[in-house]
Each structure stands twice: as structure tokens, then as C-alpha cells.
């Protein structure tokens, strides 16, 4: 068959795209940004009527919508990721001919709330509404090496200390991306009956503290230290984290952790005609190793950010209320700064620190990393220049600012952001 996959771009359409070509189907694969010869312009995010999709659908036997989104993020919006773009292009498959629709949904739709699960429900009802050879897909939580959930998990279990939503004891099912794709091609084979919904589960119920705990242990770290959190407190840290770049814990990924993902895993295993594979075989040996270098090398910037954020936050909040202002304009009066051109000077240099420590937060960059390494050479080199004294200071408040420097400079190295 040729099948358009949406999504192929991303961790789940991409391997479902790659378990159809294995099976000898011609795949089609629909991205927001097409940069290979078999990939198509699809953007979920503009393309809310039929006539978008119907030139995409011409010559194509079969659709899978595995497109979603975990948080909203600049124009992405889930009632037009989830819902309107879906429900556009499923009424394009039928006015197309298209024999089978494969719909990726999520597990605990029908109970769960917040604007995700209403969404993915949405399109889910539109879909069975309609007069096609339509099947849905439920699956639990994804794990795979490549797959954003399954990373920040990852990253999560490597800490040597472990704060557990109210003790960790949410009950998840969680299913390996292989059982996932391996599900969406026989769900595609003609000889399977169409218009079904089936919800797909790993081999074993474990609590999120155990999910953890055998990540932990999977990539050889020691047991972590534990400790349960508050609901409320988890909250009010999942309201700050949701608004910082790339996080994946926000309020309603959080309500979805506090509400479980299992099922009965009966379906799964009629499906897949064998067991589903338990948490005991989501990682390789070959990947036990990647796993574990790649969750220590996501914390080195997060921690390197952090510390520069307390470094500029901290710094405006002494100047402001711990330390004598009178004291501060002295120091400038040594530099040669007195009277109003002081002051300018100290508010501006109390503001830029407090924005440089918001921008680290939550705006970072190479041309943030580069103004505060001109910043803070530009600021070593005055107090070098102006006030010798404090290079042979016995604190070495010039001399810090080296390791700051070096932070520095490894941000903008490693960074992707303009």
C-alpha cells in the first residue's frame, strides 16, 4: 500500500514510518519541514480545511495521524494540532477514497482532563462519526531511546535525589515503541477488521517510583534518595517549569501522571498475537550506556544556566537590599563615577543583572551567552584597570569571574538558539 504517514518527522510517526517501509509499503512521509526527497509539507498547525489535505491524499491508500503535542509552544495550539487539523484531514480521506484510517491517540482520553486529552477525544469522536475504514490506536506511556517522555524520565532517574508527586505511587503501563509500531502495521493490514479502538499497555503494572527506580538502576546509578512531595507544592513548581524552553512538566503533564496510565493489556497481546514487552526489557545493553551519557549531559547545561541565573539574580537583589548603597557608590567614586552618573550606573548595571538572569532562565542563546561574556570581561577588566586592590583580594572577587567565563563559553559552544 502507500500509506502517508503525518508525523514521520517526529519519534513515534518516524518509527512507525520506518516498521511500514520494513514491510515492503511505500511510505509517504508527512513533516512540518520536508528536507528528503519522500517527505511532504504538512503543518497541522495551518492546515485546518479539506481542500488543504486532498493533493496530499491523491494515490494513497491508507493515513496515519501520529502527530501531538505534549505542551502548547508558540503558535502550537492543541485544538488545532489535536482536533481541527485531524478532523480536516479525515473528512479529506473520505472524500479521497482512502480504505483505512489510522488515528494515534492516547490512553485515558474518554476520563482525562485538560485540553490534551479533550483534543486528542475530539478528533477521536469525529473520526468513528465518519463512513471510513478507520482504526484507533490508545497506546500508554511510549518508551524508546529516542522518545521526549522517555528522556525526560530518563533524566529525572539520574538525580541522586528524587522528589515523588505524592510518594510516587501513580500506576502507569508503560509500552515500548517497537509494540507500538508493530500494533499500527497489523491495524493497517487489510485482513484485520476495521473501526476498532484498542488500547495498547506494556506487559506489567509498576508505580512511577519503580518506573524510576529500575531506569536508575538500568543505567547504573546507585539507589537515589527519595522523598514524597505535596501535591500542591508539585503544582506550584510545575506552574514556574512550564514556562521555561524546552520543559516537559507543566500543569496538565503533571495531571496526567497524577491520574495513572493502565489498562487491561488483553487487546495488546490479541493484537500483537504474543505478550507485550515488560519494563524489565525497554533497554539494551548497547543502550544502557547512551542512556546514562546522554541523562548526565542534559543536566550540564540546565546546571550551568541555573547557577548563572542565581549568579545575575542574586547579585541585583544584594546590591538593592543587603549591601549599604552607600558602600556601592563609593566603589564607583573610586572608578571615577560620582553624583547622577553614579547612580545611572548602578541602577542600569542592577537592571541588566536582573535581565540577564531572567533571559538565562528563560530566553537563553548565543547572543545571550555572548553579551554576558563581553559584560563580564568588559567588567573585569574596569575593576582591573580602576580598582587594582581587588585582584589581590583574598576572596578573589575578580578572579571568579574566570569559572564564570569558562560556563560561559561552553553555553555558547554547545548552543543551538540563535
Request: glycine share 8%.
Amino acid at each position: 500500500m502507500r500509506i502517508l504517514v503525518c508525523g514521520a518527522g517526529g519519534f513515534l510517526g518516524g518509527e512507525i514510518a520506518r516498521r511500514l517501509e520494513t514491510a515492503g509499503h511505500e511510505v509517504l512521509r508527512a513533516v512540518r519541514r520536508p528536507a528528503r526527497q519522500d517527505e511532504v509539507e504538512a503543518d497541522f498547525g495551518r492546515m485546518l480545511g479539506v481542500e488543504d489535505w486532498l493533493p496530499l491524499l491523491r494515490g494513497v491508500d491508507a493515513v496515519v495521524n501520529a502527530v501531538g503535542i505534549l505542551v502548547e509552544r508558540g503558535g502550537q495550539r492543541f485544538d488545532a494540532i489535536h482536533h481541527r487539523a485531524p478532523a480536516a484531514l479525515f473528512a479529506a480521506c473520505e472524500r479521497s477514497g482512502v480504505s483505512r484510517v489510522l488515528q494515534i491517540s492516547a490512553l485515558g482520553v474518554e476520563h482525562g482532563r485538560g485540553a490534551y486529552f479533550t483534543s486528542k477525544l475530539a478528533a477521536d469522536a469525529f473520526l468513528m462519526s465518519r463512513p471510513l475504514g478507520w482504526q484507533i490506536l490508545r497506546p500508554g506511556l511510549i518508551y524508546g531511546p529516542r522518545g521526549k517522555s522517555a528522556g525526560f524520565f530518563r533524566l529525572l532517574a539520574s538525580s541522586p535525589l528524587l522528589p515523588l508527586p505524592s510518594g510516587g505511587k501513580q500506576p502507569l503501563r508503560a509500552v515500548h515503541i517497537d509494540d507500538v509500531a508493530e500494533a499500527a502495521l497489523r491495524l493497517l493490514d487489510p485482513a484485520t477488521p476495521v473501526q476498532q479502538c484498542v488500547a495498547l499497555v506494556g506487559a506489567e503494572v509498576c508505580s512511577y517510583r519503580q518506573m524510576l527506580a529500575y531506569y536508575r538502576a538500568a543505567m547504573g546509578f546507585p539507589p537515589a534518595w527519595t522523598f514524597p512531595m505535596p501535591a500542591w507544592a508539585m503544582r506550584f513548581c510545575a506552574s514556574f517549569a512550564e514556562h521555561l524552553p524546552g520543559s516537559l512538566l507543566t500543569r496538565d503533564t503533571l495531571s496526567m501522571l497524577e491520574a495513572g496510565n493502565t489498562t487491561d493489556d488483553g487487546a495488546t497481546r490479541q493484537l500483537l498475537q504474543r505478550p507485550p514487552r515488560g519494563l524489565s526489557g525497554f533497554m539494551s545493553a548497547a543502550e544502557r550506556e547512551s542512556a546514562r551519557q546522554q541523562a548526565l549531559a542534559t543536566w550540564r547545561p540546565a546546571l550551568l544556566r541555573l547557577a548563572l541565573a542565581s549568579v545575575w539574580l542574586l547579585t541585583a537583589l544584594v546590591c538593592l537590599v543587603a549591601y549599604p548603597r552607600e558602600a556601592s557608590l563609593a566603589l564607583l567614586a573610586e572608578a571615577g563615577l560620582q553624583g547622577m552618573p553614579a547612580l545611572i550606573a548602578f541602577y542600569g548595571a542592577v537592571l541588566m543583572d536582573l535581565a540577564f538572569g531572567l533571559a538565562t532562565l528563560c530566553r537563553p542563546g548565543r547572543r545571550l551567552w555572548l553579551a554576558q561574556m563581553l559584560v563580564v570581561a568588559g567588567y573585569s577588566l574596569v575593576i582591573a584597570v580602576a580598582l587594582p586592590a581587588f585582584l589581590a583580594h583574598p576572596f578573589g572577587p575578580v578572579l571568579k569571574n574566570l569559572p564564570i567565563l569558562a560556563i560561559l563559553f561552553l553555553l555558547y559552544a554547545e548552543e543551538r538558539r540563535p
